[in-house]
Nanobody
Framework: QVHLVESGGGLVQFGGSLRLSCVGS????????MGWYRQAPGKQRELVAT???????RYADSVKGRFTISRDNAENTVYLQMNSLKPEDTAVYYC?????????WGQGTQVTVTS
């Protein structure tokens, strides 16, 4: 059974940094695209960043140059380094893996940025 657990969220001031982690189990994640999504109150869930099995990355325009996604396949872990945080980055951040057309999600971790 695929299982994802996020950690690293919290409360941070404008301009601060956080590093999110997502540890997976139940499958060899090295073979799959993994991603981070976020959902702010009253808004739809949106893509933040993805990383392929060979570490090619893609970012939402709103986070380019500030966020970095990376992965450690040996540890079945994907990271999201978030710098220069803004209040509009406030959301619940979810880890995702797509396996055989099925989306798997973690429980989410709250990130709150104060001005």
């Amino acid at each position: 059974q695929v299982h994802l657990v996020e950690s690293g969220g919290g409360l941070v001031q404008f301009g601060g940094s956080l590093r999110l982690s997502c540890v997976g189990s139940g499958v060899a994640f090295r073979n799959y695209v993994m991603g981070w999504y976020r959902q702010a109150p009253g808004k739809q869930r949106e893509l933040v960043a993805t990383i392929t099995s060979n570490s090619r990355t893609r970012y939402a325009d709103s986070v380019k140059g500030r966020f970095t996604i990376s992965r450690d396949n040996a540890e079945n872990t994907v990271y999201l380094q978030m710098n220069s945080l803004k209040p509009e980055d406030t959301a619940v951040y979810y880890c995702n893996v797509l396996i055989d057309l099925l989306n798997f999600w973690g429980q989410g971790t709250q990130v709150t940025v104060t001005s």
